[in-house]
């Protein structure tokens, strides 16, 4: 299936009764295209058909522990937390 950028409809709005429909099958969607939005369900689902998913990010924070290569985006569908910040010190 494909979604061409002239159509003015929303794509996931497009996508999403195949995603589901695909789901009992196992599918894997292709990360270069457009993903289902990103939920706890998505996450788990990521996690059940992609056995070294786990390995992936935990190589992925080794390589890239300030997230310099680590969008918002990704962020959310992949489920990886926000960096804990210092918050500033006040004088008192």
Known sequence: LFWFHLNAAD????????WELLKP???RPHWGKILPPASDE??????????KLEAFLLKRAELDPRDVFLTD???SHLGVAAPVT??????S
Not at 11 to 18: N, S, T, V, W
Not at 42 to 51: D, I, S, T, V
Request: no cysteine; proline share 13%.
């Open 11 to 18: 794509p996931h709005a497009f996508y999403a009764p195949f």
């Open 25 to 27: 099958f196992g599918f």
């Open 42 to 51: 998505w996450r788990a689902y990521y996690r059940k058909q992609l056995p």
């Open 73 to 75: 985006y990704w962020r």
């Open 86 to 91: 210092a918050s500033p010190v006040t004088a």
